[in-house]
């Protein structure tokens, strides 16, 4: 019988492997190396927590302190063992709705006190300056209205001067209005948008450096036989002045007006037709200043917002009646008194006594007779320029003075877009500013006989 071949029942391949040709896997020979990442992994994690878990040294409450790493408020509070005051709930109006509803601390990092939130989120690190205090009134949820504010007209400034002007144009204003969700109640909240009064300044014009500066001036023109006669005899000196113009004469001699600018001397309002503006409705008062403004567009091709009341009459109300029309309103310092007819050498004295350098004159080129001024005129000019002063208009005047704002001084200002001109006075009653706007010492200036 043929011999079998007991190799092909063999459970072992060839050089002692496996059948089927695998490799036996020595797990004893590979056990060190798991132990020992392994170990390594422990020793990592047990260093992290370690590390997270250490304590720091801080300052609480001015004392050294040391406590673990990371520790929110409330964990500090407890490791120092402190016990903070809660603060109360209260309504919009800050009135005490439930003791103890408040805020549980106050905390202060650094001398800088940390708002709920950040205290909350805040994690103590070392060297922290901590200061843990009772806490402060939370206030009750409520609901929110925006409001408009509308701006209101106040005075400032000297107790008198030469001009008034408006030295902040006014703008509306925005704040929150909360209702009390448990209350009730209702308060004004937080301002969302500034709002800007009307600021209508008194001042006596200063020229900056000491400057020897003065200006002339004539009312009531244009006058068509006077207000020419006045051109030439500035042409001789080579000096000019301030013409405040009626509207209503300016419709009658347009020419005439052009001719004061050609000159170089320059034209403001004295309203349409000489009427006492503190008498007038707003309605009124704003039309002698529009018809006004506008003819002296029209004749001489001047933009101006500057003017002299008549009578030197022009108070608070008038300036809340004015709708933002007028920027600057001139006065004077010496009265001729011109319009008595006292005599040429009675004007003269008039025009110079106590002329300072900022020093308006008033005289008038219209509204009667007027030979005595043209007389009196050489003798003003020749004087005051012996002692060293130089004639200029009134806007270069107020440009000489650099604490009146150049739009103002500019003599020409209009009120900003976006602004709203007031309809309330701030305060109540008439103040000693208010009686200042309204006359300049020693006459009327009405140059009405």
């Not at 050489?378 to 440009?399: A, S």
Request: glycine share 12%; hydrophobic share 35%.
């Amino acid at each position: 019988m043929p011999r079998l071949a007991t190799s092909a029942f063999s459970t072992h391949g060839r050089g002692g492997m496996p059948a089927g040709g695998g490799r036996r896997v020595d797990f004893a020979g590979a056990r060190p190396a798991i132990i020992g990442i392994a170990c390594i992994a422990i020793c990592a994690i047990v260093g992290i927590l370690l590390w997270s878990n250490r304590k720091v040294d801080i300052k609480l409450n001015g004392e050294d302190f040391s406590v673990r790493v990371n520790s929110t408020c409330e964990q500090v509070i407890s490791a120092a063992e402190l016990s903070p005051k809660a603060g109360n709930l209260v309504s919009v109006s800050g009135k005490d709705l439930e003791d103890g509803a408040g805020y549980a601390f106050t905390a202060t990092l650094g001398g800088n006190e940390l708002s709920p939130e950040d205290a909350e989120a805040y994690r103590v690190a070392a060297g922290d300056e901590l200061e843990i205090a009772d806490g402060g009134d939370r206030m009750e949820d409520y609901d929110v209205q925006v409001v408009q504010e509308s701006p209101q007209l106040e005075m400032g400034g000297d107790a008198w001067g030469n001009i008034t002007y408006v030295s902040q144009w006014p703008k509306p204003g925005s704040y929150e209005m909360r209702t009390g969700k448990r209350s009730g109640e209702t308060a004004r909240g937080d301002t969302l948008e500034e709002t800007q009064n009307a600021i209508i300044t008194v001042h006596q014009i200063t020229p900056d450096d000491g400057r020897k500066l003065v200006a002339l001036t004539f009312d009531d023109g244009p006058a068509e036989k006077y207000t020419e006669t006045y051109l030439d005899i500035l042409d001789k000196y080579n000096i000019h002045a301030t013409f405040y113009n009626l509207g209503q004469n300016i419709e009658e001699y347009p020419d005439i007006a052009k001719k004061v600018v050609d000159q170089g001397s320059e034209i403001q309002s004295h309203t349409y037709q000489h009427a006492q503006l503190t008498t007038l409705d707003a309605s009124a008062l704003q039309n002698e200043f529009s018809k006004t403004f506008q003819g002296i567009k029209d004749s001489a091709g001047i933009d101006t917002t500057a003017f002299r009341p008549p009578y030197g009459a022009f108070n608070e109300n008038s300036w809340l009646k004015s709708g933002g029309l007028a920027s600057v309103s001139v006065l004077w310092n010496q009265d001729s008194l011109d319009w008595k007819r006292p005599g040429a050498d009675a004007i003269v004295q008039n025009s110079l006594k106590g002329v300072t350098s900022g020093s308006i004159i008033l005289m008038h080129d219209g509204g009667g007779n007027r030979d005595q001024d043209v007389e009196a005129l050489p003798t003003i000019i020749e004087t005051l320029q012996g002692e060293g002063y130089e004639f200029v208009t009134v806007t270069e005047l107020m440009k000489s003075d650099s604490s009146i704002p150049e739009d103002i001084a500019s003599g020409n200002a209009t009120m900003p877009e976006g602004c709203v001109w007031p309809t309330e006075i701030k305060g109540a009653g008439t103040d000693a500013k208010t009686a200042a706007t309204t006359a300049a010492a020693g006459g009327d200036g009405s140059g009405k006989d």
